[in-house]
């Protein structure tokens, strides 16, 4: 039985700019590893104080800069604090702070990194760099960076200490990362549907997912919180010219949600990481914007959480059985998200669609076989194929360029089908100015009803989770 839900929103780190071109930084890479040969992870700092726990680390660029993020978590009453020793919390505060060494790695790739606080295994080492090194693939790509898995970086533990977790109790309550968009929205519907109780929790808050909060029926008071603030210093080098790109931050997420489910003794993390997310960005490479949403980061997270974190923590991706369009589909049902629901990062920080990046597309897209054009108008507050501009754009979604967009959109053939589909329903937008090249396939249109009725094996979820998509997917 299940007695309790536990639900997390999260904002993305990176915003897309259409149409990326890469750079050939080779030389400033070069450059600054000369400079800059070593980041050291110094040390963490964990403040119990009345309202909160802050959390402040300290990683040292080759005794030139010192960096100095925080989180700090707002006290619940949910919180279970007597079942956690100072080793609980230490070991989950620490791993977070090995993730966000990323952010502050990338700027100058220094050779060798020093992990000062605990002792590594070989196999945590292992982890790590192929954590770093795949999660990073979009940014080595983008800056013509050309490396290899042994070479980019030697990571290495100093100390003799060990994390230890005491394996603290954890009850059936179940920890979802929502974001605002309509993958999250899905899982929580589905979930709320199953009669789970549910306790709403909050990564960076920004006004869609407190608005997805209160329409699911709950206070910010009721929510969770954790804020994560990113050293201003970093950004101050970003601007002066150090390198920059996109990091794994759903990785971040993953180690942010595992900490978080052992402060409210959790068992589950259920993600709603779909299908798609496992194709590569870049065609037949192994670069993928969504690394660490993809089914082989959830295998290697889940594998590395049951050795060193806890052996009963359950993170898996409630919609991964399933297709963007399915997914489509299933959030076409829940009218009343439609005025509050975001998608594109570009427009976060003022809650609109800017319909002009391959988020507002791809959402249009997904959405287009199950509404009516004059719903999808009031949603994006435009009518999406009148603008001519976004032909590069889906462009990239078709496949037709050399990447994919480097954004979380999905396959090039749901991009396809939905297209194909959204022409033969709608004549008159055959000739609009961003569809009118494209030639109308009836065969390709049909293909929807197969998709539809997929549902991919690859998943980790337990009997009673599967049981849920499969009855959403067959319900008509």
């Not at 060798?112 to 693939?137: A, C, E, M, R, S």
């Not at 970093?234 to 595992?258: I, Q, R």
């Not at 914007?289 to 997270?301: G, I, N, T």
């Not at 076409?332 to 005025?339: C, E, I, K, P």
Request: glycine share 4%.
């Amino acid at each position: 039985m299940f007695h309790s839900l536990l639900f997390v929103t999260f904002a993305a780190e990176t915003q897309y700019l259409p149409i990326l071109t890469t750079s050939n930084n080779t030389q400033k890479f070069n450059q600054l590893r000369f400079r800059f040969p070593f980041l050291i992870y110094q040390s963490y700092t964990i403040l119990h104080e009345k309202e909160q726990i802050r959390i402040k680390y300290l990683f040292n660029l080759s005794d030139t800069h010192i960096f100095q993020p925080e989180i700090s978590i707002p006290s619940r009453v949910f919180f279970d604090m007597k079942k956690l020793s100072k080793d609980d919390i230490e070991l989950f505060v620490f791993h977070i702070g090995m993730v966000e060494l990323i952010s502050y790695w990338k700027c100058a790739c220094p050779k060798t990194v020093i992990i000062n606080p605990f002792h590594l295994t070989d196999n945590q080492i292992n982890w790590w760099k192929k954590l770093y090194f795949n999660g990073l693939g979009e940014f080595f790509y983008l800056n013509n960076i050309e490396t290899n898995l042994d070479d980019f970086m030697q990571l290495k533990s100093d100390s003799d200490q060990i994390p230890v977790s005491s394996g603290v109790p954890l009850s059936d309550l179940i920890l979802v990362p929502i974001g605002g968009g309509k993958d999250s929205i899905v899982s929580l519907e589905l979930l709320k549907s199953n009669k789970l109780p549910i306790i709403p929790f909050i990564v960076n808050p920004r006004e869609a997912t407190t608005k997805t909060a209160q329409m699911a029926g709950f206070s910010f008071n009721d929510c969770m919180i954790i804020h994560r603030t990113i050293d201003p210093l970093l950004l101050k080098l970003n601007s002066e010219g150090f390198l920059n790109g996109h990091t794994p931050f759903s990785s971040l997420l993953a180690f942010l949600a595992a900490f978080s489910a052992v402060l409210c003794g959790a068992k589950y993390i259920a993600l709603s990481n779909e299908s798609s997310a496992n194709e590569a960005t870049v065609a037949n490479t192994n670069i993928n914007h969504q690394y660490s949403k993809s089914f082989e980061f959830e295998s290697d997270f889940r594998n590395y959480s049951k050795e060193y974190l806890h052996p009963y923590l359950n993170y898996f991706s409630l919609l991964r059985p399933l297709n963007e369009l399915q997914i489509g589909k299933l959030f076409s049902h829940n009218h009343q998200y439609f005025s509050t629901f975001r998608s594109c990062n570009v427009g976060s920080k003022t809650d609109s669609w800017c319909c002009n990046c391959p988020k507002c597309l791809f959402t249009f897209l997904m959405l287009s076989p199950f509404q009516p054009m004059k719903s999808l108008d009031e949603i994006f507050g435009i009518h999406i194929p009148d603008i001519e501009s976004l032909k590069p754009i889906l462009n990239e979604l078709r496949g037709l360029s050399e990447t994919k967009p480097f954004e979380c959109v999905g396959t090039v053939q749901e991009v396809e089908v939905a297209i194909q589909s959204l022409l033969v329903k709608n004549p008159s937008i055959q000739h609009s100015a961003l569809f009118s090249h494209i030639v109308v396939d009836q065969s390709v249109a049909i293909e929807i009803n197969m998709l539809l009725q997929s549902f991919d094996h690859q998943h980790f979820l337990l009997p009673e989770f599967e049981e849920i998509i499969k009855t959403a997917i067959h319900a008509e």
